[in-house]
C-alpha cells in the first residue's frame, strides 16, 4: 500500500474522530448531521463494483450489516429506519420525511443529549451520544471488514481517491 493510499484510509478513520470532537464540542446539530454523512460515504464505498452512484437499498444495507447498538440498548437500527431519518435530517433538518408518511411502519427518530435510546412504537428517542459511539464502531468495523475482505477492500480502494479530501495551505 502506497503512502497516498494509507493517508486516504486514514482519513476515513479521521472522520469517526471528527464526528466524535463535533460532539464533544457541543455542536449537537452539526454532529447528528455529520454522523448522517458518515453513513452516506461508508455505503458509497462499500457499494457493488457495477454501480457508481449508492440507492437507499446500500445505504440500508450498509447499515443492517455494521451499524449495531449495544446489546442493552431497547432499539437496535433498522436500515430502513435509519435511512428514512437520513432523509428527514438532510432533506428537511426534521424528524419526519416522506418515508414516513407513506409507510406508518418506519419509525421516526427524535434526540436527545443522553446514552440510552427510549422506543415507542412509532417514535425512536436516539440518544446522540450512543447513535455516534455506535457509527464509529460500525465505521470501525467496516474498516476491518475491508483489511480482512480482499474482494471488499477492491471494490472500496478505487472509490478513497473521490471522498471529499483537506490539504493543508502554507500562509505567505
Known sequence: ???????????????????????????????????????????????????????????????????????????????????????????????????????PGVRLFGYHDGGRHVSHPHLVLIGIASFIDDIVGAIEAFLAACRDDAALRARVEPRLVKVLQTFPIQAP
Open 1 to 103: 500500500m502506497s503512502a497516498e493510499q494509507a493517508n486516504m484510509w486514514d482519513g476515513l478513520v479521521q472522520m469517526g474522530k471528527e464526528l466524535k470532537r463535533t460532539h464533544a464540542a457541543g455542536c449537537m446539530s452539526a454532529a447528528l448531521t455529520f454522523a448522517y454523512v458518515c453513513i452516506d460515504t461508508m455505503s458509497y464505498l462499500s457499494l457493488p463494483s457495477e454501480k457508481s452512484h449508492q440507492e437507499r437499498s446500500d445505504f440500508m444495507s450498509w447499515v443492517d450489516t455494521y451499524l449495531k447498538g449495544e446489546p442493552s440498548q431497547p432499539y437496535q437500527y433498522h436500515g430502513l429506519d435509519v435511512y428514512a431519518a437520513r432523509c428527514a435530517v438532510l432533506h428537511a433538518f426534521s424528524s419526519e420525511a416522506e418515508l414516513h408518511r407513506k409507510d
